[in-house]
């Protein structure tokens, strides 16, 4: 990257190796108006920096939900569990399942290299010890990557990233607590526009395996906690591939579009 960047290309990092260099900026052009223009990573809040970093996906869904409700109510908290698939891992994570998968059903012993732990039929809250970066990392970095995003808008949620036997797609449940009691369909029509799609029909919920190639972040009807007056759950999936590469994409296009305005 450092011989593109003397060459005076634009470096888009998905694999977040240069989000902690002073010269980075972190970008969610996905989310549109409600992207942090002026919000680079520590260092350098500058926009005109050639080193982009691609927002993690799971940041760019929960910012864009902060964000959107931020607009028109008060967020007094928010908790935030992410369901993480074994495509965060890249090809070796998803032949891992794969192999656990098949093995376990033949009764036969399951391979670890990758994970340290089984993840095939399994729930899990962090991974073996010697599985490198930690589940904890990738929690850390959402979590970071949101408080970048949503600025001084609200108060960042309280997180947590769990390990889903899934080989790809993001799922989150979402609580939110308001100011005050709105009407559910209010949250729904603040939610419903790009990048997500809120579907109403109770027979219809957003899961993984509908998301699969799917260019928005889908979102469930909203449901009112009973315990809590102003309390809701929204529930969501995406395609976590495909969200990440539609935001890099965007972030070039941004780029190429601010050369082509600058003058000659």
């Not at 240069?18 to 520590?42: D, K, N, Q």
């Not at 607590?177 to 419903?192: G, H």
């Not at 995406?238 to 296009?253: G, H, K, P, Q, T």
């Amino acid at each position: 990257w450092q011989m593109a960047e003397e060459c005076g290309c634009e470096i888009i990092d998905l694999s977040y190796c240069l989000e902690t260099h002073p010269r980075a900026c972190l970008r969610a052009p996905l989310l549109g108006s409600l992207r942090e223009e002026t919000g680079g990573l520590p260092g350098t809040p500058s926009s005109e920096s050639r080193l982009s970093v691609s927002a993690h996906p799971a940041a760019i869904a929960i910012a864009g939900i902060l964000g959107q409700l931020s607009r028109r109510f008060t967020v007094a908290r928010s908790v935030v569990t992410v369901f993480e698939s074994v495509s965060e891992r890249g090809k070796t994570g998803i032949e891992e399942l794969s192999r656990q998968t098949i093995n376990l059903l033949s009764f036969q012993k399951v391979p670890q290299d990758v994970f340290d732990s089984q993840v095939a039929f399994n729930l899990l809250s962090t991974y073996g010890g010697q599985c490198h970066p930690p589940l904890q990392e990738g929690q850390e970095r959402i979590g970071r990557h949101v408080r970048e995003l949503l600025g001084r808008r609200c108060l960042p949620p309280a997180l947590r990233l769990l390990h889903a036997p899934i080989f790809y797609g993001h799922a989150f449940c979402c609580f939110v607590e308001l100011a005050e009691r709105v009407a559910t369909e209010a949250i729904e029509e603040a939610l419903d526009q790009k990048p997500f799609q809120v579907n109403r029909d109770p027979e219809d919920q957003p899961n993984v395996v509908g998301v699969a190639g799917s260019s928005e972040i889908l979102l469930g009807a909203v449901e009112r906690d009973p315990a809590w007056e102003a309390g809701y759950w929204i529930w969501g999936a995406m395609d976590n591939v495909r969200v990440s590469a539609l935001n890099a994409v965007e972030i070039a296009e941004e780029k190429i579009f601010a050369r082509s305005a600058r003058p000659s």
